[in-house]
Structure formats: structure tokens, C-alpha cells
């Protein structure tokens, strides 16, 4: 039996969700970044994006935040778009860890390999296969270029972020030198770092998320750009690395509970993806212990619950446009 949806019952699951959700104080801000200690911890939005470019948002979904470790994943489409699905996962692989985002042990327990595009390790290891190599500026270019295809948007670098990752990222330089010491960096290992460092200090709203989601939910078609983005075959790859790693070791807990494949951020925003029904975005800044957002968690998982939206369900979903 299908699952038809109307446009009216998402805007009023979302309007609920946000009413049921605002008031949730559990969790705290990121506070080894200096500045996303002080983003007010009461912002609260949530985006949908449908096939037709329709977006029901509630909340402060047009708040310009940190996209953090969601930018993981539009690099990780871009080194398929340049280089192929094949090479990403010869070069750096598809697998979970099981272990935490930043972890250096992960890579040695991997026989030297980064594993997964999606964990800090990979995502450096993916910004040394952008294309051209030994060019930073080319590169970023590249970086830019794609987020916005993706988000048919105009994405901007928060500087102070930048400043502020950049001053603390010790961990992730010892991460580069290890990949390079295990030859799984493909360029400068300082450079590669940089360029991490970088598209995680971009800045992004509930709603460009929701959109780079559709464009992945409806394999590579931007909705509100009405532009095809990228070969639909990267779609499937780049679901399948969400819905392993996108909690990080809480993964499978998540697609447990909830169903949807979603990438998570410190900065406090969460992307899902419903393939061929819609994008989904929430933002929260309060974590909770894994890094990743209480309120946005509850939020996808409460619309995933209250539209019967889980991927694994044996129902169509179809939306009344």
C-alpha cells in the first residue's frame, strides 16, 4: 500500500514538531571551537524541501551557521564528480569506524586506511584528491563552486570560524601527518588540512541544507535550481556513506530509530535524505555527547515517525504535489 503524504500534512508535522521541540534544553554547545561556544543555544529551524522546489521551513531556518562536518559530504560528491565513485572508495573506502569523528586510532586499527570520506581523517584524505592538484586557490574554487550547485546558493566563509578552527585544530594535524605517513594523503598535507579546515567554517542555513539534501534525494536534480547537478549514480554512493556513518558510532542507533540517513555537524545542523520525497534539514547548536544535535535529532526523528518516512519502510511514499 503507498504512502501518500500532502503537502498540508508535512507543514503540519513540521509546525508541531517545532512546537513540540523548542523548549528542550538537554545537550550543550561545541566549546573546544571558541566560536561556536557562543552561538545562542535557543535557535531552533527546520526545512523540507519537496521535488517540485516547494520548502516548508519553521524556525530560524534563515540563521547562518557553521556547516561543520556536513561539508563532508558535498566534498566527497565533488572528488566523485571529478575522479569517479571507484577511486573514492580505493583511495580512501566506504566503511564505518565505529569510533568517534576525530579519531586517530581509527586510521592505524584500519590497516593505515582513512576509511570513510565522513569522518575527519577521510574528508582531509578527500580534500587532497580535489582537482587540481598542488593549486589551493584552484582548489577552494572547485570547493565553492560545488556547494553552491548543490545549494543553489551563495555560500560565504565565516572568517572568525575559520580563525578559530585553524587555532585549535591540533588533533586534525596530527591526522594529516598520519595519512601522510601512511601515503593516503594525495597532496600537500598542509594544504589538504587548510582546505578541511576551510569548507567547515562555511556558512549555511537550515534551508541550503534541506536543498543539497533534495539534490541528493532526487539523484543529483537541484529542485529550486531546476539543474542537474551531478550523475545520479553518485546519489546512491553518497546515501549509502550517510546512512553508514552519518551519526558517526550512534549510526546505527539512528537508522534504527528513525530510518532517514542524515549527516550531522557540530556546528548543530543535521541533513537527511528521503531519496526520490524530499531533503531535510534541522539546526540546533546544543550537542549532545557524540557531537551531534539534540533538538535537530529529535525533530527528523518525530517527522520521520509522524509521516511513516523511514527508508526501510515497504510502503511508496508518494507526495501530493
Not at 548543530?268 to 526520490?276: F, H, T
Amino acid at each position: 500500500m503507498d504512502n501518500i503524504i500532502t503537502k498540508s500534512q508535512i507543514n503540519d508535522a513540521v509546525e508541531e514538531t517545532y512546537n513540540l521541540f523548542m523548549g528542550v534544553k538537554d545537550g550543550k554547545n561545541a566549546d573546544y571551537i571558541p566560536y561556536l561556544a557562543n552561538i545562542p543555544s535557543d535557535l531552533f529551524g527546520i526545512s523540507i524541501v519537496l521535488e517540485d522546489g516547494t520548502v516548508i521551513s519553521c524556525g530560524a531556518t534563515d540563521y547562518k551557521f557553521g556547516i561543520e562536518s556536513i561539508s563532508k559530504v558535498p566534498t566527497a560528491l565533488l572528488v566523485m564528480r571529478q575522479s569517479g565513485s571507484k577511486e573514492l572508495l580505493e583511495k580512501i573506502g566506504a566503511d564505518a569506524t565505529g569510533l568517534p569523528f576525530n579519531s586517530i586510532c581509527a586510521i592505524i586499527l584500519e590497516n593505515d586506511h582513512p576509511s570513510t570520506p565522513l569522518v575527519n581523517a577521510g574528508a582531509i584524505s578527500a580534500c587532497s584528491m580535489v582537482k587540481p592538484v598542488g593549486k589551493s586557490d584552484q582548489k577552494w574554487a572547485e570547493i565553492m563552486q560545488n556547494i553552491n550547485e548543490l545549494t543553489a546558493s551563495d555560500i560565504t566563509l565565516i572568517d572568525e570560524l575559520y580563525k578559530s578552527e585553524s587555532e585549535t585544530n591540533y588533533n586534525n594535524r596530527a591526522i594529516a601527518w598520519l595519512l601522510k605517513n601512511f601515503s593516503r594523503i594525495y597532496d600537500d598535507p598542509d594544504m589538504a588540512l587548510d582546505l578541511y579546515t576551510r569548507q567547515c567554517s562555511l556558512a549555511v542555513t537550515t534551508k541550503d541544507l534541506a536543498v543539497m539534501g533534495s539534490t541528493i534525494a532526487f539523484a543529483g536534480f537541484n529542485p529550486v535550481s531546476k539543474k542537474q547537478i551531478f550523475d545520479p549514480e553518485y546519489a546512491i554512493k553518497t546515501t549509502s556513506l550517510i546512512a553508514t556513518v552519518g551519526f558517526y558510532q550512534n549510526t546505527g542507533d539512528w537508522m534504527y530509530s528513525c530510518g532517514i540517513p542524515a549527516k550531522t555537524g557540530v556546528g548543530g545542523g543535521v541533513m537527511g535524505i528521503v531519496p526520490g520525497v524530499m531533503g531535510i534539514a534541522a539546526f540546533s547548536p546544543p550537542l549532545d555527547e557524540a557531537g551531534n544535535s539534540v533538538r535537530a535529532q529529535l525533530a527528523i526523528k518525530h517527522i520521520a515517525n509522524k509521516l511513516n518516512i523511514n527508508i526501510y519502510n515497504q510502503a511508496k511514499i508518494k507526495i501530493e504535489l
